[in-house]
């Protein structure tokens, strides 16, 4: 598809009954609508033209993009577009004959021009674009879509669309990204699906069968650990009346630990094995999650492996393989210190930012406030040691200078002057001259 608000345009010459017989002489449908191009019923010609269509798809492939394209420009003419062109582009959803390789190519290509022959604010384009999602679910080529994500709200802004168009969409989405295996994006658009429901909606059957579709979709995801945004959808909240024990285990995942996962296990048990969740992933998760806490409320940064064996309920043998894992997942930085069997977190992400969490923020900066004024003390202890010092090593040098300067005047003139002129010093003999010194 080509960028919001650059259509690309077909250029045909000749009127709409002169494109309209051609038209119908190729799909061998001229007899057919002669009398109707003579009396200009516009309408009534495209009928035809587009019951005989399917007949595209066994032309050549090398005239199959041209044909659609004046079969899409005829359309366009006519005042009642929004009939015929929904029905060319299910047709484009069906297997092309000529081209079993290629065709999947060509009809995703005519799809996307047919897209762009449309006006940006054209309400036609929300048609074509369901047809492209059904189309790339239908053949597995969600890929082909996800650049122009980004640019689908703003379409839907020019398009006017209502929140239950918008809900079809996201949910057409979230569809096509499950069935290829993008639990990352089908997750993000169940959520805006939840989004579009307003006050007096959320606890329709319709929003309550999506949050529950979007709370299973969390729960599987192998790289979803936040719960908290799912928590405070308004439909998702509405779940603890209608659905009671998945939104308990909603906030199990949301905001407790291992323990109470186990505890609700007990007490509702067949629960997970019954609604076909994997108990497997989901206790995976949970060790995750509860280590993640861990990390969060250690004080000291610091967290033994016997502690975090304990927590999770697991081997000590097995508790690097789990800092491996949680560093991987991203829920935790540090490093292992496999000499004091402990591991030193340097960074880590709160599952839940309350109360609790404040105070234990507070806590940490009590402490580390302590330790500031600790190391302030220290510094200044020594500063001022080291002054003392420093002062006592130029009293030192000073009294050894006032030491030195005792002698008096006299000596300190010979010692300046040298010796006197009465003492004989000893030199070295003259040497007498020779020849060779010429």
Known sequence: MAAPHQPQLVFVDGSFEELAQEMAGFLNVGDDVKDLIEKKQKDEILKKLIIASPALHSIPEKEFAGAYNLLVYLILQSDNAAMFLPRVCENLTKPITSSPTNGPGL?????????????????????????????????????????????????????????EDQRQ???????????????????????????????????????????????????????????????????VQTLSDTHPVYFELLTVFAEKDLEDYNQFREEHEGFVEKEHLDLEKLQRKMRLLTFASLAARTQTREIPYDEIAEALQISPEEVELWIIDIIRAQLVEGRMSQQKKVFLVHRTTYRVFGEKQWRQVGDLVDTWRDTLNKVTATLRKEQAGLETQKKRDVEEVERKLANTSISGPGERRRIERGPDRGERSERAPRKERTEDDD
Request: charged content about 25%; overall charge negative; glycine content about 2%.
């Open 107 to 163: 009809a995703l290509n005519t799809l996307t021009t047919i897209f762009n022959m449309l006006k940006p604010d054209d309400e036609l384009r929300f048609n074509v674009f369901m047809a492209i999602l059904k189309f790339l679910k239908i053949h597995g080529m969600f890929e082909n879509l996800k650049p122009y994500l980004k640019s689908l709200d703003d379409w839907m802004n020019d398009w006017e669309t209502d929140s």
């Open 169 to 235: 969409v996201y949910e057409a989405i979230a569809e096509a990204a499950r069935e290829v295996g993008d639990v990352y994006t089908s997750y993000q658009y169940i959520l805006k699906a939840l989004r579009t429901f307003d006050d007096d909606e959320i606890k329709s059957e319709d929003a309550q069968k999506i949050a529950l579709r979007a709370l299973k979709t969390a729960l599987s995801s192998p790289t979803q650990y936040d719960f908290q945004d799912l928590l405070n959808v308004p439909c």
